[in-house]
């Protein structure tokens, strides 16, 4: 099975920030990854598809990287609206495996 | 627009069963995996298995298996999924969502969630 390690599990932030989150593959995905925001009672949100697409309809101050099995979601100025818990997740094989969730709260 | 519809809340008790539905509309419905992804009180998201809806054939996380089974109606494009002998830990929001087979899509389209409640 593929691990996914995301890091941090929590970052403090302010409105206007640039944030930075981390999934680490333990093998090779082949730009199957994709970052998901989750908010309380709603549905996951798709962000970022094979690593770096953005999703349509969401903000362009989203973004994704790949360096090799380490990808990145960007989040260029944080908006009221962006504090939520963000998700990787590998879809290169089964089983599907999510990172552990990263949770941006307001400093 | 895609829509994926799930079934109401449920309440259960433990050893009981439950199926969750997932009607998908505005979309081929058999050009899709739909998976299944729990979320348990304070925990993270958590991946269950998937059914592709062309060949009905299912695939499941190693834990859910024997007590998890997925299946379909292309008929009515809806997607099942029935877990048994439920436990109290089974107490979770539960997802359906598609994803476009053999591409790297991602989950892009959501159910709005079941709350099973498993209580004596």
């Known amino acids: 099975d593929i691990q996914m390690t995301q890091s941090p599990s929590s970052l403090s932030a302010s409105v206007g920030d640039g944030v930075t989150i981390t999934c680490r593959a333990s093998?090779?995905?082949?730009?199957?990854l994709s970052w998901y925001q989750k908010k309380p009672g709603k549905a996951p949100r798709l962000l970022i598809y094979a690593a770096s697409s953005l999703q349509s309809g969401v903000p362009s101050r989203f973004s994704g990287s790949e360096s090799g099995t380490d990808f990145t979601l960007t989040i260029s100025s944080l908006q009221p609206e962006d504090f939520a818990t963000y998700y990787c997740l590998q879809s290169h094989s089964t089983p599907r495996t999510f990172g552990q969730g990263t949770k941006v709260e307001i400093k | 627009q895609v829509q994926l519809v799930q079934s109401g809340a449920e309440v259960k008790k433990p050893g009981a069963s439950v199926k969750v539905s997932c009607k998908a509309s505005g979309y081929t419905f058999t050009n899709y995996y739909m998976h299944w992804v729990r979320q348990a009180p304070g925990q993270g998201l958590e991946w269950m298995g998937w059914i592709n809806a062309n060949s009905g054939g299912p695939n499941y996380a190693q834990k859910f298996q024997g007590r998890v089974t997925m299946t379909r109606d292309t008929s009515i494009s809806t997607a099942y999924m029935e877990v048994s002998s439920l436990r109290s830990d089974d107490t979770a929001i539960y997802y359906c969502?598609?994803?476009?087979?053999?591409?790297?899509?991602?989950?892009?389209?959501w159910g709005q969630g079941t709350l099973v409640t498993v209580s004596s």
């Open positions: 093998q090779s995905l082949s730009s199957y």
């Open positions: 969502a598609r994803e476009e087979l053999g591409a790297p899509t991602g989950f892009d389209s």
